[in-house]
T-cell receptor, first 117, second 111 residues
Framework: GAVVSQHPSWVICKSGTSVKIECRSL??????MFWYRQFPKQSLMLMAT?????????EQGVEKDKFLINHASLTLSTLTVTSAHPEDSSFYIC?????????????FGPGTRLTVT | GNSVTQMEGPVTLSEEAFLTINCTYT??????LFWYVQYPGEGLQLLLK?????DKGSNKGFEATYRKETTSFHLEKGSVQVSDSAVYFC??????????FGTGTSLTVIP
């Protein structure tokens, strides 16, 4: 089956530093990847949609200069949280859509827990 | 617009009890509907899906039927196990890109 991995699974960083999270589709090519943020005991909120080779589309209220997204290849998208602050602490989940698929399904990564101290 | 309303939890059941988690939706067009499960500390896993009205999705003893007339996609399981303890999310997708998630329902099954 389709597998999406994320790295790291858990990261702790100091306030003011930047953190990069990787999202990879392991056994399929993904023209589109999505980044979600999940607060404790809440649902997933879509942050942005990234298409391979083009700029990401950010949802309203998401700062594109703070959450940099790069989708450099058909199997890799990265999310960089720049100048992180404690309020950025959250669970970040990516998902990927198989380019061959016609059904409306996304494959989700296991998530990355970011803690900013 | 598109949205999902999901039964609030938490839900606590004894092992072998019957489970129902309600989910209703509003959508433009003809969405596909999904149930995802999230175990503690993990990402979302697709549990089941239905892509058109009257379809029944099923997996691991869980079932949900796409009811267009009531705009519902309720999740059911006849006999829950301790290992079913998790958070369950109802979701829809109308375009293949944007997913709309419910708020999640936490289920705890006690022996």
């Amino acid at each position: 089956g389709a597998v999406v991995s994320q790295h790291p699974s858990w990261v702790i960083c100091k306030s003011g530093t930047s953190v990069k999270i990787e999202c990879r589709s392991l056994d399929f090519q993904a023209t589109t990847m999505f980044w979600y943020r999940q607060f404790p005991k809440q649902s997933l909120m879509l942050m942005a949609t990234s298409n391979e080779g083009s700029k990401a589309t950010y949802e309203q209220g998401v700062e594109k200069d703070k959450f940099l997204i790069n989708h450099a290849s058909l199997t890799l998208s990265t999310l960089t949280v720049t100048s992180a602050h404690p309020e950025d602490s959250s669970f970040y989940i990516c998902s990927a859509r198989d380019r061959r698929g016609w059904e409306y399904e996304q494959y989700f990564g296991p998530g990355t827990r970011l803690t900013v101290t | 617009g598109n949205s999902v309303t999901q039964m609030e939890g938490p839900v606590t059941l004894s092992e072998e009890a019957f489970l129902t988690i309600n989910c209703t939706y509003t959508a433009t067009g003809y969405p596909s509907l999904f149930w995802y499960v999230q175990y503690p500390g993990e990402g979302l896993q697709l549990l089941l899906k239905a892509t058109k009205a009257d379809d029944k999705g099923s997996n691991k003893g869980f079932e949900a039927t796409y009811r267009k007339e009531t705009t519902s996609f309720h999740l059911e399981k006849g006999s829950v196990q301790v290992s079913d303890s998790a958070v369950y999310f109802c979701a829809l997708s109308a375009t293949g890109n944007q997913f709309y998630f419910g708020t999640g329902t936490s289920l705890t099954v006690i022996p």
